[in-house]
């Protein structure tokens, strides 16, 4: 069971490359196949629920010897928001489909980017969350540069030495700490005692591996990969990356500070904060210039991260609360903005905003589903973001963190600027003489509007449903160190 | 001891010629540079793993561990397997470096801000 | 490249190198070998072929796009997993059969996938990079 959101995606993808020369036949297969991992998803998510966490070893090796996986709260609600992600992103991939980026094996890698975030989830191997973020860069790489234009090879191309250094430095860590602690089970890790005289190398490591997640997640100093290459692919890839990718780096830091680096709050929490508070900030400042529908969107990116690891890095049940909550809410909204940015560009012609306009009279409900998305982002009641805000600003009083929390306000401020922006600019203002707007198919208008209706769906009912949802998950046990540390290496593994 | 002592100043080495080749302007020595760092981060696991000479951990007939002065295994799987994944990686690398140059025309990464939209 | 030495030399070079390569494949069952290095090989040789005798004469040789065997290698290699999964109750688990005095199990089918995966991948890098214009 637990198996299944890595191995079904990986054979998708070989069924997928098979069906290469037959592209009708590979997007009703592409769509099954997200189908069935949104299915597997939710399956998973409903017995780790049910039943609390699940664990198993690969090839029946048991931990801390073999590599093994678990599901417990955490893991089943992030391979939970990856499928919920997916698949809508899939449906509008057919809207845009034309051939040109399906024959340069679109389907297949999306499958193969699936696999390696899940397994990144679910794994409690350091060295093999280093194989699954690997897994998922190189098929990134290749979906980043699909269609081979300028921009995007030169965005792609600071995309992959960026995270090629954060891989190196992640291995260089993860060798460190295989040399002091003799294992690189997590589980493992968090129950070995450490002499004291090799107590600064694990400080060393602590280093590394926040270094090696803050280039991942496009925290503060090493952020500026993410709105270089974030705008220039094909509008599907765009969308899946927003609301998938970057959350990896996030779920690196809450576990391994929520795990690992536990007893060492006093330097992680600072450390981490350090990092998030001057992203919040530099994200929101850096889209207020930009013009550029999709730069505005990967510069909130930025700065949303920040807000996610501020409330990973102060820990704590409140703190991890929101950092979920969060992570759940800038998924299913950015992706879906993004997805709003691509239709508008199917129906306008351009990304830029001075070449779009009149939308809120030419296309309603499209602009309508825009608005519900655009004020969740920026934190309107009864939306996830409002909801999503609340909970990190609440965690950063209660952690003693004042100062925090008031950014957090004021980065909201912004985001709402850049919001309405977005909205007077290619929704209000009448359209400008040279926009030629083009007239679609019902089946296509269909296709572009399920995946903004379903995403408004989803950020409406995660704001509506929060507090229950909340409850639910601690009941599983997701910020307990201990509770880890039983479901991997405990007899009960299945 | 000596050895590790040794390979230690090998790892430095190999971190600061991939450091100094990242930091210069042609694309190609970014990539050498790359390269030399993803070596020098094997060698340090390496290293870190602790070195020991001439008994292979496999376990003698009969026995049912190898002899606890046998070398590490782990650490030879984990650099194998970064091995591997550098390769795929350095290859990709080695095929957006050849668009990127023909697409541009230069190898000069300053001149590389196509993505940056016009003012 | 033209070189009529190198184009004889190829000829009797790439079956040895085709043969090694799969002595390479079945020796990693229980010596230094397996798949990867198989795979590497046999990637090697054929693009020797396409280095003396052209790009598309090694495609012709290959017959199969790489692509496919990337798609081919990795059913093979999960599918050899997925049998674990189904017998044993553990994903990658191994299962056994004797054949005489021979033992004959599924990571054996693991590194077959594992070696048409890497000769599709190193193929496919190789003719990408080969190729003069962007296709």
């Given at each position: 069971?637990?198996?299944l959101?890595v191995?079904?995606p990986l054979?998708?993808?070989?069924i997928?490359?098979m069906?290469?020369a037959r592209?009708r036949a590979?997007?009703?297969?592409?769509?099954?196949?997200?189908g069935?991992f949104?299915?597997?998803?939710?399956l998973?998510?409903a017995?780790?629920q049910?039943?609390?966490?699940?664990a198993?070893?690969v090839?029946?090796?048991?931990?801390?010897?073999?590599?093994?996986f678990l599901?417990d709260?955490?893991s089943?609600?992030?391979?939970l928001l990856t499928a919920?992600v997916?698949?809508p992103?899939?449906?509008?991939?057919?809207?845009?489909?034309?051939?040109r980026?399906?024959r340069?094996?679109y389907h297949p890698?999306v499958?193969?980017?699936?696999a390696?975030?899940?397994?990144?989830?679910?794994?409690?191997?350091?060295?093999n969350l280093?194989?699954w973020?690997e897994?998922?860069?190189i098929?990134?790489f290749?979906l980043?540069?699909l269609?081979?234009?300028p921009?995007q090879?030169?965005g792609?191309?600071?995309?992959v030495v960026?995270?090629l250094?954060?891989?190196v430095?992640?291995?260089?860590?993860?060798?460190?700490?295989?040399g002091?602690?003799?294992?690189l089970n997590?589980?493992?890790?968090?129950?070995?005692r450490i002499?004291?005289?090799d107590l600064w190398l694990?400080?060393?490591?602590g280093?590394l591996?926040?270094?090696?997640f803050s280039?991942?997640?496009?925290?503060f100093?090493l952020f500026?990969w993410?709105p270089a290459?974030?705008p220039t692919?094909?509008?599907p890839v765009?969308a899946?990356?927003?609301?998938v990718l970057?959350?990896v780096?996030?779920?690196?830091i809450?576990?391994t500070g929520?795990?690992?680096?536990?007893?060492?709050?006093?330097?992680?929490?600072?450390a981490v904060l350090?990092?998030?508070?001057?992203t919040?900030l530099?994200?929101?400042?850096g889209?207020i210039?930009?013009t550029?529908w999709r730069?505005?969107?990967?510069f909130?990116s930025?700065?949303?991260?920040g807000?996610m690891?501020a409330?990973?890095?102060?820990g704590?049940?409140?703190?991890?609360?929101?950092a979920?909550l969060f992570?759940?809410?800038?998924?299913?909204v950015?992706?879906?903005?993004?997805?709003?940015?691509?239709a508008?560009w199917r129906l306008g012609?351009?990304y830029?905003l001075?070449?779009?306009g009149g939308?809120?009279?030419?296309h309603g409900?499209?602009?309508a589903?825009?608005?519900?998305?655009a004020l969740?982002?920026?934190?309107f009641?009864?939306s996830?973001?409002?909801?999503?805000k609340?909970a990190?600003?609440?965690?950063?009083?209660?952690?003693g963190?004042g100062?925090?929390a008031?950014?957090?306000?004021l980065?909201?401020?912004?985001?709402?600027f850049?919001?309405?922006?977005?909205w007077?600019?290619?929704?209000?203002?009448p359209?400008p003489?040279?926009?030629?707007v083009?007239t679609?198919?019902?089946g296509e208008r269909f296709l572009?509007?399920?995946?903004?209706a379903?995403?408004a769906?989803a950020?409406?009912?995660v704001?509506?449903g929060?507090?229950?949802?909340?409850?639910?998950?601690?009941?599983a046990?997701?910020?307990d160190?201990?509770?880890?540390v039983?479901a991997?290496l405990?007899d009960e593994?299945? | 001891?000596?050895?590790?002592?040794l390979?230690?100043?090998a790892?430095g080495?190999?971190?600061a010629?991939g450091?100094?080749l990242?930091?210069?302007?042609?694309?190609v020595?970014?990539?050498i540079?790359?390269?030399?760092i993803?070596?020098?981060?094997?060698?340090l696991?390496f290293v870190a793993?602790?070195?020991?000479r001439?008994?292979p951990?496999i376990?003698p007939e009969?026995?049912?561990a190898?002899?606890?002065?046998?070398?590490d295994p782990?650490a030879?799987?984990?650099?194998?397997?970064a091995?591997v994944?550098?390769?795929?990686?350095?290859?990709f690398a080695l095929?957006?470096t050849?668009?990127?140059?023909?697409a541009t025309?230069?190898?000069d990464l300053d001149?590389?801000?196509?993505?940056?939209?016009?003012p | 490249m033209?070189?009529?030495i190198?184009r004889t030399?190829?000829?009797?070079?790439?079956?040895?190198?085709?043969?090694?390569?799969?002595?390479l494949?079945?020796?990693?069952?229980?010596?230094p070998?397996?798949?990867?290095?198989?795979?590497l090989v046999?990637?090697?040789?054929?693009?020797?072929y396409?280095?003396?005798?052209?790009m598309?004469a090694s495609?012709?040789?290959?017959?199969v796009r790489?692509e496919?065997?990337i798609?081919?290698?990795?059913l093979?290699a999960?599918?050899s997993?997925?049998?674990g999964?189904?017998?044993?109750g553990s994903?990658?688990a191994p299962?056994?059969w004797s054949?005489?005095?021979?033992k004959v199990?599924?990571?054996?089918?693991?590194?077959?996938?594992v070696?048409?995966l890497?000769?599709?991948?190193?193929?496919?890098m190789v003719f990408a990079l080969?190729?003069?214009?962007?296709?």
């Amino acid at each position: 069971m637990i198996f299944l959101p890595v191995v079904l995606p990986l054979l998708s993808a070989a069924i997928l490359m098979m069906l290469h020369a037959r592209p009708r036949a590979q997007r009703v297969a592409s769509l099954a196949a997200h189908g069935a991992f949104l299915g597997v998803a939710v399956l998973l998510f409903a017995r780790v629920q049910g039943e609390g966490p699940i664990a198993a070893a690969v090839g029946g090796w048991h931990p801390p010897f073999g590599v093994s996986f678990l599901a417990d709260a955490l893991s089943a609600t992030m391979v939970l928001l990856t499928a919920v992600v997916a698949f809508p992103v899939a449906v509008f991939a057919l809207a845009l489909a034309d051939g040109r980026w399906e024959r340069m094996g679109y389907h297949p890698l999306v499958q193969v980017m699936l696999a390696g975030v899940s397994g990144a989830f679910l794994t409690t191997d350091l060295f093999n969350l280093f194989v699954w973020f690997e897994v998922t860069l190189i098929s990134s790489f290749v979906l980043l540069t699909l269609g081979n234009r300028p921009a995007q090879i030169q965005g792609g191309f600071k995309y992959v030495v960026l995270n090629l250094l954060s891989s190196v430095v992640f291995l260089c860590a993860a060798g460190l700490l295989y040399g002091v602690a003799g294992t690189l089970n997590l589980a493992d890790l968090a129950q070995r005692r450490i002499p004291a005289e090799d107590l600064w190398l694990i400080g060393l490591v602590g280093v590394l591996f926040l270094g090696t997640f803050s280039i991942k997640s496009a925290l503060f100093p090493l952020f500026f990969w993410l709105p270089a290459a974030y705008p220039t692919p094909a509008a599907p890839v765009a969308a899946l990356f927003a609301g998938v990718l970057t959350k990896v780096g996030v779920y690196a830091i809450l576990r391994t500070g929520s795990v690992y680096f536990a007893d060492a709050t006093a330097v992680w929490t600072p450390a981490v904060l350090a990092l998030s508070v001057p992203t919040m900030l530099v994200g929101v400042f850096g889209a207020i210039v930009q013009t550029d529908w999709r730069r505005i969107l990967a510069f909130h990116s930025v700065s949303q991260v920040g807000y996610m690891a501020a409330a990973a890095g102060i820990g704590g049940k409140a703190g991890m609360m929101a950092a979920v909550l969060f992570m759940v809410h800038h998924g299913l909204v950015k992706s879906a903005l993004f997805v709003a940015a691509g239709a508008g560009w199917r129906l306008g012609g351009s990304y830029r905003l001075d070449r779009l306009g009149g939308f809120a009279r030419s296309h309603g409900w499209y602009a309508a589903l825009f608005l519900t998305l655009a004020l969740s982002l920026a934190g309107f009641p009864p939306s996830s973001g409002f909801a999503a805000k609340l909970a990190a600003i609440l965690a950063a009083l209660q952690g003693g963190y004042g100062w925090v929390a008031g950014t957090m306000v004021l980065t909201g401020l912004f985001t709402l600027f850049s919001m309405v922006k977005i909205w007077n600019e290619a929704f209000w203002k009448p359209a400008p003489e040279e926009m030629r707007v083009r007239t679609l198919g019902a089946g296509e208008r269909f296709l572009l509007h399920l995946p903004l209706a379903w995403f408004a769906a989803a950020a409406l009912g995660v704001g509506l449903g929060w507090s229950p949802a909340l409850a639910s998950s601690a009941k599983a046990g997701m910020q307990d160190r201990d509770g880890y540390v039983r479901a991997v290496l405990g007899d009960e593994v299945r | 001891m000596t050895v590790e002592a040794l390979l230690s100043v090998a790892v430095g080495v190999l971190f600061a010629t991939g450091l100094y080749l990242m930091l210069r302007r042609t694309i190609v020595r970014l990539l050498i540079g790359l390269s030399l760092i993803g070596n020098a981060a094997n060698l340090l696991i390496f290293v870190a793993a602790s070195l020991r000479r001439g008994v292979p951990p496999i376990a003698p007939e009969g026995a049912a561990a190898p002899p606890p002065e046998a070398a590490d295994p782990l650490a030879q799987a984990l650099i194998l397997t970064a091995i591997v994944i550098s390769f795929g990686v350095l290859g990709f690398a080695l095929a957006l470096t050849d668009r990127t140059v023909q697409a541009t025309g230069t190898d000069d990464l300053d001149q590389m801000t196509e993505e940056e939209p016009e003012p | 490249m033209n070189s009529l030495i190198l184009r004889t030399g190829t000829t009797f070079v790439m079956p040895l190198l085709l043969v090694f390569s799969l002595f390479l494949l079945i020796r990693g069952h229980n010596l230094p070998g397996g798949g990867f290095a198989g795979g590497l090989v046999a990637a090697a040789s054929l693009a020797l072929y396409g280095l003396s005798n052209g790009m598309n004469a090694s495609k012709a040789v290959l017959r199969v796009r790489p692509e496919t065997l990337i798609a081919a290698g990795l059913l093979t290699a999960v599918v050899s997993g997925a049998l674990g999964l189904a017998v044993r109750g553990s994903y990658l688990a191994p299962i056994w059969w004797s054949i005489g005095s021979v033992k004959v199990g599924t990571p054996i089918l693991f590194d077959v996938g594992v070696y048409l995966l890497v000769v599709g991948v190193v193929l496919t890098m190789v003719f990408a990079l080969s190729a003069e214009e962007p296709s």
